[in-house]
């Protein structure tokens, strides 16, 4: 059956994004070296159409694993508002992403497959997001808030996390508060970073 | 050249103990679960003198080097507070252990090779216990305000953490507010834990 995943890369303290996050500085002030491991791999580069190369190995792996897995993505109104004026016009989703905000507005079309399409909940979100993934999984993007909510309502299966070795020392925390029970299914480490995933025990 | 290397069992949401940590409940609500990978392990038990058996496995080798590598521990007073009436006779260190504490006391000798000895700060403490370590690793084994400060101060040459699927919610966090530059050295999962290990770069 699909599967709800949350998707982030956190610094080792914990933090998804650096202080001072907002729209011009979406990932916080440090922020883009929690992301620096995955960058230059050949998948992300080839969803930005950046080029036909990049690099190969176990993190590029782990990042194109994520990308064929997932079928719709589900997205807090703050990481959709700091990314809108960052993303380029080929956002890096490729599928539709289903944004949680009590502002309606129109679905905003992008190139190469990325949707955004506004709701006004994120329960709401999650259940148009699978609708829209079908077999695939569904990946809850971020921000922290959203997932926090998701996983605190029981509705995230899997945590799929990229630890960075970086030491933010404040910003965005990825938990708040959450006491999931949590079962190691997979852990995997490059020289940039590790990657672990989670099953959430229900 | 020996080195100066903090090691302890982290919550994925990065907490060393559970809330109410104090003498009688020394790890906190929840917190031995944190270290439940590391009980059954043969290192563990055998420097307790439990029996000869034990688990083997990438786990129980982590353990054996940790306690190899070790030529004595520091410790901040809190730790050891909650530790001593919770420690066996036995007490699981096997080397000198250095205690940063504003209250003077006499070096108290357990068996097995573990003698505490009370000094009067973090730094006086560290330098004793390379004294005494000889060739071997300096560990600083706890609790979080005195890898805190030492990592602040430039003192810690490598972070060795052991990250449980364990989500605590709240507790004792390991860092606060530190922004130390880190390089991954190694990593390496069982099913149980994922172990991780950091130069400090000064």
């Known amino acids: 059956m699909a599967k709800v995943f949350a998707d982030v890369g956190i610094s080792l303290d914990g933090y998804i994004a650096g202080p001072n996050a907002r729209p011009g500085n979406p990932l916080g002030d440090g922020g883009p070296r929690v992301h620096q491991w995955m960058y230059p791999t050949a998948a992300f580069r080839r969803m930005l159409s950046l080029d036909s190369g ?24 703050n990481m959709f508002d700091e990314g809108e004026v960052a993303w380029p016009a080929r956002a890096p989703f490729g599928k539709p992403v289903f944004v949680a905000t009590h502002r309606p507005r129109d679905p905003w079309v992008r190139e190469g497959g990325t949707t955004f399409h506004f709701v006004e909940s994120a ?12 077999k695939k999984d569904v990946r809850v993007s971020g921000g922290a808030r959203i997932i926090q909510q998701l996983l605190r309502a ?48 229900k």
């Open 154 to 201: 029981g509705l995230i299966d899997e945590l799929s996390l990229h630890v960075a070795p970086v030491l933010l020392g404040d910003g965005t925390r990825l938990f708040d508060r959450n006491d999931s029970n949590l079962e190691q299914i997979a852990a995997l480490a490059s020289e940039n970073v590790t990657h672990v995933r989670y099953r959430v025990i």
């Open 54 to 77: 990049g690099q190969t190995g176990p993190d590029d792996e782990v990042v194109r694993e994520v990308i064929e897995r997932t079928g719709a993505h589900v997205m807090g109104r």
């Open 123 to 134: 329960t709401r979100a999650l259940e148009l997001a699978k609708n829209a993934a079908g």
